[in-house]
């Protein structure tokens, strides 16, 4: 038998003490981001973290045909979506993921607590996260978070999240392909003063999307040989201030250096750059194009209806219990990264920019 690694092991392995590789492990402050990541890299080299993956095949849910399987309680599934700022049960986005989690939870015939907490002591201090089978994480969860349940060895699926160095299964909406094809589009309307506009450090979703317009931005060779930087505003919320949009858009303008169109990284942001927009005077699509990303509920009744990217979110939700499910009946399989296609919809906040280009 393979012997058990430590965090001795890892710290005579580096040469630094103990408590130095707990506080590590467990994000605490009193230690460097670098000596995090070596920490991190050793643990993973040694074994650290995949010999807990052992607890996988001891969760692993009686087969139907198993004596036991009748007789035994209703097991349950961990779902973790943190109340930060707008990732909240009512959210028209991760409300319907978590929709989507919920019901092929119960169509599986496994029970589900959801637990909100933002703070990894508290919540190993409320729950025992090893009587649950494994865990789905929704949205943003703090790394600190994540290391606590990848150290007991819980197995998890992340959706529209992930954390480098924890590996586990993920699954998200294809957003570079989805954005590409988007810019690709409006590019082919004509548009060739295109704007990004988003905090691409928020979420890896936004700077995926980033990367998706930039590609294709670089692909056509608009803009010369570098494409205009991202709009992100002053603060790190997802859903950028009015205030701060209007005051951009307006400077813009009055430089003669207002784009024929805005790709927003989600449709708060599109739905608050087009009230920005009319408080200025400026007209949605006549004067600019405006694009976002997710299709939420108010994209549909949003004056004019919003062009964007249709996400799947229940789809979403479902596909992180299948994973899960695969997971705990394969725990020595490689951890797999899904993605779900995007669909584009074009609504009314678009146009062709031909009558606009040939102005500047």
């Known amino acids: 038998m393979a012997k058990k690694v430590t965090m001795q092991h890892i710290a005579d392995h580096l040469g630094v003490s103990k408590y130095v590789i707990s506080k590590a492990l467990s994000a605490q402050d009193g230690v460097s981001p670098a000596t995090r990541e070596r920490v991190l890299h050793a643990a993973k080299q040694l074994g650290y973290f995949t010999q807990k993956q052992a607890h996988m095949q001891k969760a692993r849910p009686a087969g139907e045909d198993s004596p036991e399987a009748d007789n035994r309680p209703k097991q349950s599934v961990l779902v973790l979506m943190p109340s930060i700022r707008f990732q909240t049960r009512e959210s028209g986005y991760w409300g319907k993921v978590l929709d989507g989690v919920s019901l092929a939870l119960e169509q599986s015939g496994l029970g589900m607590v959801i637990v909100t907490e933002t703070n990894a002591d508290r919540f190993m201090n409320v729950l025992n996260p090893q009587g649950f089978l494994g865990l789905i994480g929704i949205g943003l969860i703090s790394a600190s978070f994540l290391l606590e349940i990848h150290r007991i060895g819980l197995p998890m699926v992340l959706v529209d999240h992930e954390e480098p160095l924890i590996p586990c299964d993920t699954v998200f909406i294809n957003n570079i392909d989805s954005v590409g094809r988007l810019t690709d589009y409006l590019i082919g309307l004509g548009h060739r003063h295109l704007q990004f506009v988003g905090n691409i450090h928020y979420s890896r979703s936004f700077f995926d999307r980033w990367n998706g317009f930039r ?15 991202p709009l992100g505003m002053s603060n790190d919320v997802p859903v950028q201030s009015r205030e701060e949009l209007r005051l951009w858009l307006d400077h813009a303008r009055r430089t003669d250096a207002l784009p024929t169109a805005l790709v927003c990284a989600n449709d708060a942001i599109a739905i608050n750059a087009m009230d920005a927009l009319r408080e200025l005077g400026l007209s949605v699509p006549d004067d600019i194009s405006v694009t976002g990303f997710d299709n939420i509920d108010d994209a549909v009744v949003s004056q004019p209806p919003l062009t964007t990217i249709h996400v799947a979110k229940e789809l979403l939700g479902k596909r992180a219990v299948e994973m ?5 009946a394969h725990a020595d399989e490689p951890f797999e990264k899904r993605l779900l296609a995007g669909t584009l919809l074009a609504r009314g906040s678009h146009a062709a920019a031909r009558q606009r280009e040939a102005a500047l």
């Not at 590609?215 to 930087?229: I, K, Q, T, W, Y």
């Not at 899960?324 to 705990?328: E, F, N, S, Y």
């Open 215 to 229: 590609n294709v931005m670089e692909e056509n060779g608009l803009h010369g040989p570098v494409v205009p930087e």
């Open 324 to 328: 899960l499910q695969w997971r705990l």
